[in-house]
């Protein structure tokens, strides 16, 4: 099957840190850029950070620039997320999604055309 499986998630207080991972199969990973997302209760879905293949180029909102980092390891077929500082705002299911246009931006959700179920992050006060 072509999916993609988001996992890492979790309970963490302010400050801490959390890594969630994206693991794709049934498609050749290297070849598409990963984007993660999150969606808070009432809230709009956000776009966060993305990577693209090849040249690794990242991206991320101003929201979690500098708190978190991306990267990807084509060898087993998975990006991660590391997320430091954590704050109660970033509180949110948390979603990874493909794309297969380079330096592809979570600014445009529209051009991912899969995506992963969601891992829960909360962020205790």
């Known amino acids: 099957d072509v999916q993609l499986q988001a996992s890492g998630g979790g309970l963490v207080q302010t400050g801490g840190s959390l890594r969630l991972s994206c693991v794709g199969s049934g498609f050749t990973f290297d070849d598409y850029g990963i984007g993660w997302f999150r969606q808070a209760p009432g809230k709009e879905r956000e776009g966060v950070s993305s990577i693209s293949p090849g040249d690794g180029i990242t991206y991320y909102s101003d929201s979690v620039k500098g708190r978190f980092t991306i990267s990807r390891d084509n060898a087993k077929n998975m990006v991660s997320l590391q997320m430091n500082s954590l704050k109660p705002e970033d509180t949110a299911v948390y979603y990874c999604?493909?794309?297969?246009?380079?330096?592809?931006?979570?600014?445009?959700?529209?051009?991912?055309?899969?995506w992963g179920q969601g891992t829960l992050v909360t962020v205790s006060s």
């Open positions: 999604a493909r794309s297969r246009i380079q330096h592809t931006t979570p600014t445009a959700p529209g051009l991912y055309d899969l």
